[in-house]
């Protein structure tokens, strides 16, 4: 009598020892939590996620996983992190607080919060409803809520233009590690709204944007504003001599011309950053540094 099943049977044991050890590899796939820039996760992470893989030893503190609200967040590095989201900012209730990489949150300073990316790190945030964009350093945790991509204090939602607003829709890419000490923000206006992440831009393609719109002149300098008639920029020069000798600069602007108001230059960015203080307290709040 024929058998047809007999090879069946003799394999049989072999085929559930393979099937058992996929559905072991399958679990342990499963139940490892993603770590890299994983947010959101309700499970808690294995002992392993609090050591460093190339070094084996214990993860410093601001890149560890930590909980809030229930859910458990993986801080990492994210060299191509470019994300598009929902834009807030922070100020009077954390003012004076110590942040997540222990230093002190001033709402008057340009800073910023993130879930994620390491502490401290640079950042260019673009407010893509106006197309103003800076340069900044995050140094805390947040922000959680909803959908929120990043935290800014008052003074970046301010210089970005969404400070009364509350939000913005915002590109936020990662530029790298900053240094422990604080660094003065870089703000400039770009000529359109930013491509989305997944139109690729070299920097070469980039960075000429922004060299176009601030000039290659000497030194640091601070733009008080740009008026339509030399009469009402030849005011405002009047108004911010106190911080200054202050120039202005005719500009073309689609067959129209402009004039620019100057102060400057300063001797290095931080001072630069000092005198577009004084700038926005002699009148000009929206007074912005130009960098060389």
């Given at each position: 009598?024929?058998?047809p ?18 559905a ?58 470019d ?51 800076m ?34 829709k ?6 790298g ?84 108001v ?31």
């Amino acid at each position: 009598m024929d058998r047809p099943f007999a090879p069946l049977k003799r394999i049989a044991p072999r085929l559930a020892l393979v099937l058992m050890a996929g559905a072991s590899l399958a679990a342990c796939a499963t139940s490892r939590p993603k770590m890299v820039g994983q947010v959101g996760s309700t499970r808690a992470p294995p002992p392993s996620a609090f050591i460093d893989r190339d070094t084996g030893k214990a993860l410093r503190g601001t890149m560890k996983p930590y909980q809030v609200r229930g859910l458990w967040y993986y801080p990492a590095e994210q060299p191509d992190y470019d994300v598009v989201g929902v834009g807030s900012w922070y100020g009077e209730q954390f003012h004076n607080k110590k942040t997540s990489n222990g230093e002190i949150f001033d709402m008057d300073r340009i800073s910023a919060a993130h879930k994620t990316l390491p502490l401290p790190s640079l950042v260019e945030v673009t407010n893509l409803d106006n197309g103003r964009a800076m340069v900044l350093r995050v140094n805390d945790r947040g922000p959680f809520v909803d959908d929120r991509v990043i935290d800014l204090s008052r003074a970046a939602a301010d210089q970005l233009g969404y400070r009364q607003k509350g939000v913005a829709k915002v590109r936020v890419r990662y530029l790298g590690p900053a240094e422990p000490s604080k660094i003065a923000p870089r703000l400039y206006q770009v000529a359109a709204a930013p491509p989305l992440p997944e139109d690729p831009l070299t920097p070469e393609q980039r960075f000429p944007v922004r060299r176009q719109v601030l000039g290659e002149t000497a030194g640091f300098r601070v733009q008080a504003g740009s008026f339509s008639t030399r009469d009402n920029a030849q005011r405002a020069a009047d108004q911010i001599a106190a911080a200054g000798n202050a120039t202005i600069e005719p500009m073309d602007r689609g067959g129209a011309t402009l004039y620019r108001v100057t102060i400057g230059p300063a001797p290095d960015e931080a001072q630069a950053w000092v005198l577009r203080d004084q700038v926005a307290a002699l009148g000009f709040r929206d007074a912005s540094v130009l960098r060389p």
